[in-house]
């Protein structure tokens, strides 16, 4: 979809500047040596997710806590609305794990 359609579509999700940490993890994430574990990650959900739109919230000793933006409708619903996939990434073990309830 063009960022046109999106923003018409009301699922149009701006990038916000990171802090340098958060940058790179997210680019490693994305497209680099961590880009397998999104992508069995995202494999293994119901939600039709995007891997290329992952992004780092927080980085704790232990992982990095993750968001994947998610669009979904409702038939009571006019427009789409954001359910979004929050989860932990431990980069050591290569496992990420959903987080439910957040």
């Known amino acids: 979809m063009t960022e046109l359609v999106r923003r018409m579509s009301g699922t149009l999700i701006l990038e916000k500047q990171k802090p340098p940490v958060l940058e790179w993890f997210q680019r490693?994430?994305?497209?680099?040596y961590l880009r397998p574990v999104v992508e069995v990650f995202v494999r293994s959900q119901p939600e039709p997710l995007d891997a290329k739109l992952v992004q780092v919230e927080e980085v704790t000793p232990s992982l990095l806590r993750c968001r994947i933006p998610y669009f979904t409708a409702d038939h009571e619903s006019l427009r789409p609305f954001r359910a979004d996939v929050v989860f932990d990434l431990d980069p050591l073990t290569?496992?990420?794990?959903?987080?439910?309830?957040?």
């Open 94 to 102: 290569g496992t990420a794990s959903r987080r439910n309830g957040d």
């Open 28 to 32: 490693e994430l994305r497209n680099g």
